[in-house]
C-alpha cells in the first residue's frame, strides 16, 4: 500500500497552511476561532476594513465628543457641590436619624464642612471654597447632586462608573462608544485615557473585555507615573527609522495579501491588514498632538501650566482639549491614585485641601477654552468621582465611603447650564429628589452622542449585552 505524503506540494510552506494540514487540521480551527473571535462585529453586519471608521448613531447627536474627568477615590459631595447648614448647626452631635446599612466602616458623630459654600454667577449655585474657579463657570454647567451606585469599596465603585458593573468583567463606557460610533480621525485613537490608576480595577476601567480588542483604550501615562514622564504605550521612538519601518509593513502586507488571494475575501484579516496601517499613522500623528510648542503663552497660564500646583494637571486637560479637537471621540483625565488621591478617612482638610488646588483652575481653564475655540456645543465634559462620603466622621476629621448619595456634574452641548438636579437630604445621607443611578448617566451620556443605550448591543455567551445592562434611564430634565 502507497501511503501518499501529507504535503504534496514543493513550494514553501506557509505558517497557515501547516496549520491547515496538520493533525488533521485541527490547528487551523483553531487559527480560525481566533480571527473569528477578534471581530465578532463582522458576523452581524457590513464592516469597513477599519474598525475605528466612523459610523452613524441611532439618531441625530447632540455632542461629538466627550471628555472624562475622573477624580478617583469618592470626592465629598457636602464639601463640594451640596451644602448642608443644618450639619454645621448640629457639628459633634451624634446622627438624628438611620445610617444606611450598607457602608464600608464604622462612623461616629456628624461632622461639618470646614469650608464655607458661596454663591456663584447669575444662577446663584452654591460651591464650596474647595472650588472657587469651578464656581465661576457654574453658569455652563448642570449640577447632579443625587447621584447613586451600588458599591462602597473603590475597586467595585470605580467598575461601575466605568464600565456599569461592579462585579463582572465589562467593556467600559469608552469602548462602548468607540464600537457604536467609531473614531472621527483615521490617524488616532478614538478612546484615549490620560493617567489613569493601576487599581481599582486597573486596566478594566478603560478595557474592551468581550468587545475586540480595538475598542479598547489607548494609555498615556498612569496614576503613578509624573506626566511630564509619561508617554503613550508602543509608540516609536524619536530615533526609529521610519523607511525601514514602512518596509517592513509593506512586506508584511505583501505577505497578508497574497495569503488572500489564495483563500478568498475575508472581512476579518483585511481589518487586521488595515490595523498595522492604522498603527503606523498614529505613530506620525500622535506626537504631533502631543506637542505643546503652538500653545500660546495666554493658553498655558489658562491652565495653570508652569504653575504650582496646577502644572500637572493643567498638562492632562490640555492634552485632552487637543486630542479631542483632533477628532478622538472619547478622552477620560484621571487625578488618580498613588500619587494624587480624594480618599480622605482622616484628615478631610488636608486631603481635599491638597487636592482641588491642583485640579480646580485646570478644569475652569478646560471649560473656558472650550468655549472660546468653538468647542463647546459638540462637546460633553463629565466631572465626577466613583462615591461620596459620609456626613457623619470618621475617626475625629475624616469621612467614610458613600455610594447612597453623591454629586456630579456635566457641561457642554445638549445641556442646561446654570441648574441643579436632585437633591439629599439636610444632612447628605439619603436622595430626596429625581436620583440619578449610575446607569441613568450612562444612558444620558449616550443619548447625547445619538445612541440609544437599549439598542447598542453586543452578542455574548448567548446573550446580548449592553453599557446599562437591564436598567438606565435617559435624565432628559437636564437635556437643554
Known amino acids: ?42 458576523q452581524a453586519s457590513t464592516v469597513s476594513s477599519n474598525p475605528l471608521a466612523a459610523r452613524t448613531g441611532h439618531f441625530a447627536p447632540r ?74 463657570c457654574v453658569d455652563d454647567i448642570c449640577v447632579v447632586r443625587s447621584m447613586q451606585g451600588n458599591f462602597v469599596a473603590h475597586g467595585s465603585g470605580c ?74 504605550s508602543n509608540l516609536a521612538p524619536a530615533e526609529t527609522n521610519i523607511q525601514l519601518q514602512r518596509r517592513q509593513l509593506d512586506l508584511l502586507r505583501q505577505q497578508n495579501r497574497q495569503h488572500l488571494e489564495r483563500t478568498g ?34 493658553t498655558l497660564e489658562l491652565y495653570g501650566i508652569d504653575a504650582e500646583p496646577t502644572d500637572e494637571f493643567g498638562r ?41 488646588p491642583k485640579v480646580d483652575q485646570p478644569i475652569a481653564g478646560l471649560l473656558r477654552d472650550l468655549k472660546r475655540l468653538g468647542l463647546w456645543d459638540d462637546t460633553l465634559v463629565v466631572c465626577g468621582t466613583e462615591f461620596g462620603r459620609t456626613p457623619a466622621a470618621q475617626g475625629q476629621n475624616g469621612r467614610d465611603h458613600h455610594s447612597h448619595a453623591f ?13 441643579v438636579h436632585g437633591a439629599t437630604d439636610e444632612l447628605g445621607y439619603y436622595i430626596t429628589e429625581d436620583r440619578v443611578h449610575i446607569h441613568d448617566l450612562h444612558a444620558t451620556i449616550l443619548h447625547l452622542l445619538g445612541l440609544d443605550h437599549k439598542r447598542l448591543t453586543y452578542r455574548y455567551i448567548g446573550r446580548d449585552f449592553r453599557l446599562t445592562d437591564v436598567d438606565g434611564r435617559v435624565v432628559r430634565e437636564i437635556l437643554a
Open 1 to 42: 500500500m502507497t501511503v501518499q505524503p501529507l504535503i504534496t506540494s514543493r513550494t514553501p510552506l506557509l505558517r497557515r497552511e501547516f496549520l491547515r494540514q496538520f493533525s488533521s487540521g485541527f490547528g487551523h480551527v483553531a487559527l480560525t476561532t481566533l480571527l473569528a473571535a477578534g471581530d465578532k462585529r463582522a
Open 63 to 136: 455632542v461629538k465628543r466627550v471628555i472624562f474627568l475622573f477624580l478617583h477615590g469618592g470626592v465629598s459631595h457636602i464639601d463640594t457641590f451640596d451644602p448642608k447648614p443644618k450639619l454645621t448647626q448640629l457639628n459633634g452631635q451624634p446622627v438624628p436619624i438611620e445610617k444606611p446599612k450598607f457602608n464600608f466602616a464604622p462612623t461616629g458623630n456628624l461632622l461639618a464642612s470646614p469650608w464655607k459654600f458661596r454663591k456663584y454667577g447669575q444662577s446663584g449655585i452654591e460651591v464650596s471654597d474647595l472650588f472657587p474657579q469651578i464656581g465661576s
Open 159 to 232: 467598575l461601575q462608573l466605568h464600565t456599569g458593573d461592579g462585579s463582572f468583567m465589562r467593556p467600559s463606557m469608552g469602548s462602548w462608544i468607540l464600537y457604536g460610533l467609531g473614531s472621527e480621525n483615521d490617524n488616532l485613537p478614538g478612546f484615549l485615557t490620560i493617567s489613569p490608576s493601576s487599581f481599582h480595577g486597573g486596566s478594566q476601567n478603560y478595557g474592551s473585555a468581550f468587545l475586540p480588542a480595538s475598542y479598547q483604550a489607548t494609555r498615556i501615562g498612569d496614576g503613578a507615573t509624573s506626566f511630564l514622564e509619561a508617554r503613550m
Open 265 to 298: 475575501h475575508d472581512a476579518r484579516m483585511e481589518a487586521r491588514i488595515e490595523s498595522f496601517e492604522l498603527a503606523f499613522r498614529m505613530q506620525m500623528a500622535a506626537p504631533v498632538v502631543m506637542d505643546f510648542s503652538d500653545e500660546t503663552r495666554e
Open 316 to 356: 492632562q486637560c490640555l492634552m485632552a482639549r487637543r486630542f479631542s479637537e483632533n477628532g478622538v471621540r472619547f478622552v477620560q483625565v484621571s487625578h488618580s491614585y498613588p500619587r494624587n488621591y480624594w480618599d480622605s478617612h482622616s484628615n478631610l482638610k488636608k486631603q481635599h485641601g491638597g487636592n482641588a
Open 407 to 419: 454629586t456630579m456634574w456635566l457641561a457642554g452641548g445638549g445641556l442646561k447650564g446654570g441648574v
